[in-house]
């Protein structure tokens, strides 16, 4: 019985192949034949080199690099530079910097783990640096934004007008040493005006003074709740509990006491005034 049952699935799929051969058979036949018609060689110019799709690939490089165009093309690839690049200038022009290293400082002086998560503290850190530069986008939005949109200023009119706004908050916050610092690497001499130091060179000083400022508040907030964590591990050393991890222990004080006085208000009202 069992060979017989063998031999019938065996004949079963034999005729399963061979009804599928047959049925597949002149579909790959009638393919072919269109692919071998279609694949023949079409008559091309020398001067013409097209794809599949019908551009015109040498022709469109050829007036790409005509001298007629070839200053719109290097404005279109300074272009999708600049938006690539866009998001690095926007986080580091900004107080994002600042807010979201202390954020993350806070969070690491809880011992929270991930709590809040990476997204949480990424949004609240980018509503709060839109909050504070506020203000400087609506300065460039009237002063270059909206006339370069009406025809009154060139692309190097608008840019230069735009910039002014973020060099005088970055102004602000730079701090002297971090400035001073990077005027000598640069090999310039001491600026008598705001106008002497370059954009390329405040940048950087305004990143490292955001750092510095970030890093000072972050030993702030860590020593309230070290404290708590110093008692914490004394009192489970002298009831004997050294198995026992403080972290564990404190961790519910910690909250209680940043819940209590409020911390969050506290943390984040004071980096938006530090702005002001």
């Known amino acids: 019985m069992r060979e017989r049952r063998e031999n019938r699935e065996k004949g079963f799929i034999e005729r399963r192949i061979s009804f599928t051969i047959r049925r597949a058979f002149p579909i790959v036949i009638i393919l072919s034949i269109f692919i071998c018609f279609n694949a023949s060689p079409q008559p091309t110019s020398q001067n013409a080199l097209r794809n599949p799709l019908g551009v015109d690939i040498v022709g469109s490089a050829e007036r790409a690099i005509a001298p007629e165009n070839l200053s719109t093309t290097l404005t279109l690839v300074f272009l999708i530079t600049a938006i690539s690049l866009a ?3 926007l986080v580091l022009t900004t107080s994002f910097t600042r807010i979201i290293v202390v954020l993350s400082f806070l969070r690491q002086a809880l ?22 530069m506020m203000p400087t986008y609506e300065r460039v939005n009237r002063e270059a934004i909206q ?10 009119e608008a ?8 060099r005088e908050f970055m102004f602000k916050q730079v701090k002297t040493q971090e400035l001073k610092m990077m005027m000598e690497i640069s090999g310039r001499g ?7 130091v370059p954009t390329h060179v405040l940048i950087p000083a305004f990143i490292l003074s955001e750092l510095k400022t970030a890093f000072m508040i972050g030993f702030l907030l860590y ?12 009192s489970l050393m002298a009831m004997g509990m050294m198995m ?11 909250l209680i006491l940043f819940v209590l006085v409020d911390g969050w208000n506290l943390v984040i009202g004071n980096l938006v005034r530090s702005y002001q």
């Open 87 to 89: 998001p690095a200038f």
């Open 111 to 132: 011992a929270t783990q991930q709590t809040p998560p990476n997204q949480v503290l990424i949004g609240l850190a980018l509503f709060l640096t839109l909050f504070i």
């Open 147 to 156: 006339p370069y949109i009406r025809g009154e200023l060139n692309q190097q």
């Open 159 to 166: 840019f230069g007008r735009a910039i002014i706004p973020i």
């Open 190 to 196: 001491r600026p008598n005006t705001p106008e002497d």
């Open 223 to 234: 020593i309230p709740f070290l404290i708590i964590d110093m008692v914490v591990a004394s």
């Open 244 to 254: 026992l991890p403080p972290i564990f222990v404190s961790l519910p004080f910690k």
